[in-house]
């Protein structure tokens, strides 16, 4: 024969001991700002150009146009091919750069191809120029 207890327990609270704390809400995240048409279209086309190995120097800065080499290109132009055609884009939001010049912005892109994704972070002067561009494979994660 299997027996079972039932156990009903009973609190009697004052109402000042009954009153529950409700735990601090989570912060809503901050929305990501509307994507510039005008820096979307840079960074989608500096994306092509890069794949295809042929950048236009005359969109870049000459301190930037100066650390560029052609071996780079090739070496860019292969590794961003791989991933094969771009499918689509995501843009991703400003990024904090500490110093940088007034009139200045970096922004991020997740660039979707065919075969891999990858990151473009696009930084223009305040004239339009391509003041640096990085792809990178992967987010650095802020440590705790």
Request: proline share 10%; charged share 10%.
């Amino acid at each position: 024969m299997l027996l079972c207890a039932v156990v009903v327990l009973t609190f009697v609270t004052s109402p000042v001991q009954a009153r529950r704390h409700a735990p601090p809400p989570t912060p809503s995240p901050t929305p990501v700002p509307a994507a510039n048409p005008a820096v979307t279209q840079m960074a989608r086309r500096q994306f092509g150009l890069w794949q295809a190995g042929r950048i236009d120097r005359a969109e870049y800065t000459a301190s930037l146009s100066a650390q560029i080499d052609d071996a780079k290109i090739q070496q860019t132009s292969t590794d961003l091919g791989a991933l094969g055609a771009l499918i689509g884009m995501q843009y991703l939001g400003p990024v904090a750069v500490p110093n940088i010049p007034p009139g200045a912005g970096v922004y991020l892109y997740k660039m979707n191809c065919s075969d891999g994704s990858i990151y473009e972070q696009l930084a223009l002067d305040a004239s339009g120029k391509v003041a640096g561009i990085v792809f990178r494979s992967t987010l650095a994660t802020p440590s705790p």
